[in-house]
């Protein structure tokens, strides 16, 4: 049976709220920023998520205080809807001037009593966005977390060593879920340029496997689409309302058949 404590932050951990805009100023050093869209949509910041972070400036002592490093949490402070506010992610690895963007709280966690990666997993609890929904001010416009609140957010801590299996559990998922993601952006950058090449530019494969229209395949004017499409092709009004009619291009299965080469015998349909 695991004993568990309960702590408030503060006591467990120095909770930094960052001042650090988007803009670039003369006299301060090159920077890049972990701002709010990269703290909400990861589950942990990476080495591989650096390049893609926003470029900017910022001084020594916004350097000192707010460079991101290994074992840190950042999350959400400030936003226009309470549901967005107190969103976590874990700093997975070190970097070189990389710092937390303005509108988020930044955690160095006293490594003698919290894991950083089991805070990450608990301030996702629904317990925790229950604790933020219901302490943040503000209201229309823009709602915040104030450094009262972050200092007072109740932590239920197990032994060191029990935090660590937690952390490194939940972490493992968000590995699968990354990667998971990582290969349907590639799947859907795939099928875009499929779609591309097929039916915007026509160089579908042709009897000889070439590209159709590149290789001089026969195209025919389309009124309707008012361009020339590949012979067989033709347009049918996909939707209509009493705005805009909306066509898409459609060729018989017989030319379908003719021109992706499919056997007689593999033709349920014909």
């Known amino acids: 049976m695991h004993e568990w404590k309960k702590f408030r932050l503060e006591d467990i951990a120095n909770i930094l709220i960052s001042n650090v ?4 100023k003369e006299n301060e050093q090159d920077v890049r920023l972990c701002n709010f869209v990269d703290v909400y949509h990861n589950w ?10 926003m470029e900017a400036t910022a001084n020594d002592n916004q350097i000192n205080k707010f460079s991101i490093k290994k074992g840190q949490v950042a999350f959400t402070k400030d ?10 992610t874990y700093i997975a690895d070190d970097f070189q001037n990389v ?3 303005y509108h988020c709280a930044l955690v160095a966690p006293d490594s003698d009593k919290l894991n950083g990666k089991y805070l990450n997993a608990f301030l996702h609890s629904n317990y925790i966005q229950k604790y933020f929904e219901l302490n943040a001010t503000g ?10 609140t972050l200092n007072d957010i109740p932590v239920l801590l197990p032994s060191l060593e029990y935090q660590e299996k ?11 879920i990354s990667l998971n993601r990582a290969i349907n952006r590639n799947l ?9 090449y097929w039916f915007v530019q026509f160089d579908f494969p042709d009897a000889n496997g070439k590209p159709y229209k590149s290789s001089g395949g026969k195209m025919v004017w389309n009124e309707k689409l008012k361009r020339e ?3 067989g092709w033709n347009a049918s009004k996909a939707y209509h309302n009493s705005y805009n009619n909306y066509y898409s291009l459609s060729l018989s299965f017989q030319t379908f058949n003719n021109l992706f080469l499919l056997p007689s015998s593999q033709c349920h349909v014909c």
Do not use: C, H, N, W
């Open 139 to 148: 209201s229309g416009m823009r709602y915040t977390l104030s450094q009262q």
């Open 44 to 53: 942990a910041i990476t080495k591989d998520l650096e390049p893609s972070l």
């Open 21 to 24: 805009d988007k803009k670039s």
């Open 79 to 88: 936003s226009e809807t309470r549901d967005d506010i107190g969103i976590p």
């Open 166 to 176: 937690v952390g490194e559990i939940f972490s493992s998922i968000d590995k699968k």
């Open 99 to 101: 710092l937390l963007g």
């Open 229 to 231: 499409i590949p012979e």
């Open 188 to 196: 859907e950058a795939m099928a875009k340029q499929l779609y591309d």
